[in-house]
């Protein structure tokens, strides 16, 4: 619901009938095409530097034979040396040294104006402002700004400060509020002069592009608001649009005239308080008879500005790092309680009670699905769900709030005393959970300097015409709260982050536990599956261990030498089988094994079966080549057989030199063979070469026998991975 006024039905009526006061903001202000006639304006080439065009009594006061004369002879100084260093700056104005007119002496300033160059000269003072005592004062000043609380004092002490300096019989501070409205924080006035102290003005008073030129020219004077505009002449020229922007003797808006006359004041001078590059206020002046401002005190008053509005930030940070501290301590302590305690978007009565407390609420709401929790002066259960319904299509990404809620969500107006301010925060997006903040409705009486709703002519043909009354006019405001603040609103912002991060820690947690407990049964499975292995491992080994212990008993019980020699060659093939199980269970890996290693073990078990003059005899180079288990058993029981060979064979079951070496060529690998025996001793087609052509087929390799002269090379090439040929 819009505010309600105090004046009644009668009151929408008369704004309803009133125009566009905006009109105000197109009004050309920056090109008046005439100037206040306390002061001379000369208009000149910036090529040729001759005069073109001017305003006020120049001939009277300056030079009667002006138009045409080069600017550099009219002020006796080198223009053109005066503007060159500047040519190229940021730099509005150059002040020049004084100039002896007629019968007084000028302060002068050039402005550029596009091709222009624009001299205001304006009257000096007889006996100019102590340097000493200018100086004194800005800088107590720059020492009791320092000193002040808070900046309702510090503006204080500026009123006082610039009615000092300036001698006007009132001093406002004035600041703009959110709404473009300005009202008055500080007053220093002659006793006789009613008070203005917290009256507000409408932001009609100043148009935009008033405030526009207040960021850019810093100081402006009207010494007498009865003055007679004195026009840019000769009309020929043609500079009658000429941009008077910077020029301090511009002519003022005979509405703003008009304004100043309503308020009985007969001289007025404004300087612009800019913090950050940002009109905040104004240090309005007014003085009941006409007074003008120097160039010495203007310059003054620019300086204490400058120096009000740098103490006016300073003290506005603090406070704001006053206020984020504490809502970053508050805010701390709620995440840190809501993570341990309890669901986190259901918050136990002590901590809602913190949470409203935090963001200096007077009620709070949690809402979750249709549950509602509430802490303090809180809507209904049912409102709150009604509200929430509506809240949750605006929360979605970032905190929701307003102070006027009974304007954006007119069924508020039904509980607006309870609930006219809104801060509300999506705490999962999963389903409609809020955390809500509520402000209850602050009925404020604003003191207007007038009524700020006055009727105007509709007609456009008829000129806007100023407020005619100041007289105190109250207003109450209804459906609004206290404002949230920036800080206020970043730290519901992190409250939201912190709850969505503390709930994905938790699911993390969850997870985590559930990833433990499944590892837990997978350990308690491996190690079942560790004593299997063992067990089977025990039970192949204790049977491979008889059965060669069989082998051997049979061996040495025959006569029959072959048939002993054919049991020990059994028995090693079994000891390559059993050699296998061996390592496959010691490397805890029983897919794979490196064929090296199992290679260097089978040759130093076959040494110690052929006697001691064996272990010299025996060269091994083994490469590490990673193979499946079941083809490292063919591959062991294909080298048990070449070396069976080699003894039988090449040296008649007596020692002799064999090397053996492995390597691997990208996805192959090659096993090697060497004896130095005599004769042809190349196997024959007994058993144990028709078992080992079988191997290597079955492995997908092939068997090359080199005669090496002495002896025999036998290479075997194949795949170290299984081809599915």
């Not at 090697?672 to 144990?688: I, L």
Request: overall charge negative.
């Amino acid at each position: 619901m819009p505010p309600v006024f105090s004046h009644g039905a009668d009151q929408e009526a008369q704004r309803a009938e009133q125009p566009d006061i905006t009109l105000c903001d197109v009004e050309p202000i920056h090109v008046p095409g005439s100037i206040q006639p306390h002061g001379l304006l000369l208009i000149a080439d910036e090529r040729t530097l001759r005069v073109t065009a001017g305003a006020g009594d120049i001939e009277a006061r300056l030079e009667p034979d002006w138009l045409g004369k080069a600017l550099d002879d009219l002020l006796r100084q080198d223009i053109r040396g005066l503007l060159e260093p500047v040519e190229h700056s940021s730099a509005s104005a150059v002040s020049l040294v004084q100039v002896r007119g007629q019968t007084e002496t000028f302060d002068v300033s050039l402005y550029r104006s596009s091709d222009l160059i624009l001299a205001q000269l304006e009257p000096a003072p007889q006996q100019p402002a102590a340097s000493g005592g200018v100086l004194t004062l800005l800088d107590n000043a720059g020492m009791k700004f320092a000193r002040a609380a808070d900046i309702t004092s510090l503006c204080q002490d500026a009123a006082l400060l610039f009615r000092e300096l300036t001698g006007f019989d009132r001093v406002m501070i004035y600041r703009f509020l959110d709404s473009d409205a300005g009202c008055v924080m500080a007053e220093a006035q002659a006793p006789e002069l009613h008070s203005f102290l917290h009256h507000h003005f409408p932001a009609s008073d100043i148009p935009r592009q008033a405030r526009a030129l207040y960021v850019r020219n810093r100081v402006r004077v009207i010494p007498d608001v009865a003055y007679v505009p004195a026009i840019i002449r000769p009309a020929t020229a043609g500079h009658q649009l000429v941009d008077l922007s910077d020029v301090t003797l511009r002519s003022v808006s005979p509405i703003h005239i008009q304004y100043l006359k309503n308020m009985g004041v007969g001289a007025s001078a404004s300087v612009s308080i800019v913090k950050d590059g940002v009109l905040w206020g104004l240090v309005a002046c007014h003085n009941m008879t006409p007074r003008n401002l120097t160039y010495d005190v203007r310059i003054a008053c620019r300086a204490l500005a400058s120096s009000l509005s740098r103490q006016i930030r300073a003290k506005e940070e603090a406070e704001n790092y006053r206020e984020r501290l504490r809502l970053r301590s508050a805010e701390d302590a709620i995440v840190a309680h809501l993570d341990r305690h309890g669901p986190l978007d259901q918050p136990d009565p002590a901590t809602r009670e913190d949470m409203r407390q935090m963001l200096g609420a007077e009620g709070f709401a949690t809402v979750r699905g249709q549950q509602v929790e509430l802490t303090g002066i809180c809507p209904t259960p049912e409102q709150v769900l009604d509200l929430a319904a509506w809240l949750d299509s605006q929360t979605r990404i970032e905190a929701f709030r307003t102070n006027t809620l009974p304007a954006l969500f007119p069924a508020a107006e039904a509980y607006q005393d309870r609930a006219s301010g809104v801060l509300a925060i999506a705490i999962s997006s999963d389903e409609a959970s809020l955390f809500i903040w509520f402000r209850v409705e602050h009925l404020q009486v604003i003191e207007w300097a007038g009524n700020p709703h006055k009727a105007v002519p509709r007609d456009p043909n008829v000129a806007l015409t100023p407020r005619a009354s100041f007289e105190a006019w109250s207003e109450t405001v209804r459906g609004k709260s206290r404002p949230w603040t920036l800080a206020e609103v970043e730290a519901a912002h992190r409250l939201r982050n912190a709850v969505f991060e503390a709930r994905q820690n938790r699911r993390l947690q969850d997870l985590n536990r559930d990833l433990a407990a499944t590892l837990a049964d997978k350990e308690s499975l491996l190690r079942q599956k560790d004593y299997l292995v063992k067990e089977v491992n025990h039970r192949v080994q204790n049977s491979l261990q008889l059965v060669s212990s069989f082998l051997n008993m049979q061996a040495r019980s025959v006569n029959d030498a072959v048939l002993s020699v054919q049991l020990d060659e059994a028995q090693r093939r079994l000891s390559a089988v059993a050699l296998v199980h061996k390592r496959l269970y010691r490397d805890d890996n029983f897919e794979t094994i490196d064929l090296g290693r199992y290679l260097e073990e089978l040759c130093q078990d076959i040494q110690g079966s052929m006697g001691d003059g064996w272990q010299k005899q025996f060269t091994a180079n083994f490469a590490p080549v990673l193979i499946s288990a079941d083809r490292a058993i063919n591959i062991g029981l294909v080298l048990t057989e070449l070396i069976i060979n080699a003894n039988k064979y090449a040296y008649a079951g007596l020692p002799g030199p064999l090397s053996v070496s492995l390597e691997q060529h990208r996805s192959r690998f090659t096993l090697v063979v060497a004896d130095r025996g005599q004769g042809d001793h190349k196997p024959g087609a007994g058993f144990g070469t028709r078992m080992m052509k079988a191997m290597v087929d079955r492995l997908g390799g092939t068997i090359a026998y080199n005669e090496a002269s002495p002896g025999l090379q036998i290479v075997i090439t194949a795949p170290i991975e299984e081809t599915g040929v």
